[in-house]
């Protein structure tokens, strides 16, 4: 049965409090991974092998996050040159944070920028996307 | 001094799991330093010890190509002390592996009491910190950790 966007918000949220080692009153919707909680680059990887188990219902079956396709720290040369964004990079991290303000990112094409935008939310956007719930 | 807290391998499945054994002598300098009248190993050294045993696991599995550093400790809690004349086991196991890097889970144990339970991560230095500069050479595994394998894989039979 397809999972709820409570219960994969739930789920979201005991990897966070697991992986950051934050207060589970402090892992709400719209709180920044790197501003609000305090994650560092390693804990992006600990975070995706985190979700991996935690929606694995089936060992058959594994909950795989390939390289990339979550965190926009990890896009690939298509999106990023040198540090800037290109235009398909732009609409990508349009598309997958349709929550953040990027206005900002907008003008500078700054790929720095990004993971200081990624959210609680934007984690259980792709969680549903990705679970097709 | 060596900086390699474990002394050999007793068990290693690739990719999967690894023990060390680790004998703790009076000799050791350190034990004498932190409360000069109460030899202990710290748990830091005692994290060491772990970090070195799931970190040759994890650089095994991928051949030794990638620069394996320790890049979070997840979770360690200690349960005892550990003291001079003990010998204590590090038990590590892989959880999961990636190109990026790999988490890896297990306990710490002497005569079959629980001293600790870790949890820590590692990375994969060149596939995550790109554009920084690292040596050529892979300079996480010396020839002084890579013997210790090589000893346990000739069934600890060393030849000269």
């Not at chain 1, 396709?69 to 040198?82: A, G, I, M």
Request: a negative charge; aromatic letters at 8%.
């Amino acid at each position: 049965m397809a999972l709820s966007r409570d219960e994969i918000y739930s789920k979201v949220q005991g990897v966070l409090v697991d992986a950051l080692g934050v207060d589970e009153d402090d892992v709400t919707p719209t709180a920044s991974l790197r501003a609000d909680l305090g994650a560092e680059s390693i804990d992006f990887l600990d975070i995706t092998f985190r979700l991996e188990k935690a929606f694995t219902t089936d060992p058959t079956k594994p909950f795989k996050i390939p390289r990339g396709e979550l965190f926009p720290e990890e896009l690939n040369t298509e999106f990023v040159q040198e540090g800037k964004l290109t235009d398909a990079g732009l609409a990508e991290v349009h598309r997958r944070l349709p929550h953040a303000d990027l206005a900002k990112l907008d003008q500078t094409r700054d790929s720095a920028l990004i993971p200081d935008l990624f959210a609680v939310q934007d984690i259980v956007d792709y969680i549903q996307r990705k679970l097709g719930s | 001094m060596r900086w390699i807290w474990i002394d050999k391998f007793i068990e290693f499945t690739p990719r999967t799991s690894a023990t060390t054994v680790k004998n703790v002598s009076l000799a050791e300098e350190h034990l004498h330093d932190l409360y000069p009248d109460f030899p202990v190993v710290p748990h830091s050294l005692l994290v060491e010890g772990f970090a070195q045993t799931a970190g040759i696991l994890v650089g095994e599995a991928r051949n030794f190509a990638e620069k394996v550093i320790l890049a979070k400790v997840s979770r360690a809690t200690f349960h005892r002390l550990v003291r001079p004349g003990d010998t204590i086991h590090f038990i590590a196991r892989v959880d999961q592996l990636s190109e990026q890097g790999a988490s890896t889970s297990g306990t710490i144990t002497c005569g079959g009491e629980l001293v600790g339970e870790i949890e820590m991560m590692f990375s994969h230095i060149d596939q995550n910190m790109a554009g920084l500069e690292f040596p050529e050479h892979n300079f996480v595994f010396t020839e002084q950790f890579t013997e210790l394998l090589k000893g346990y894989r000739a069934g600890g039979v060393v030849t000269i």
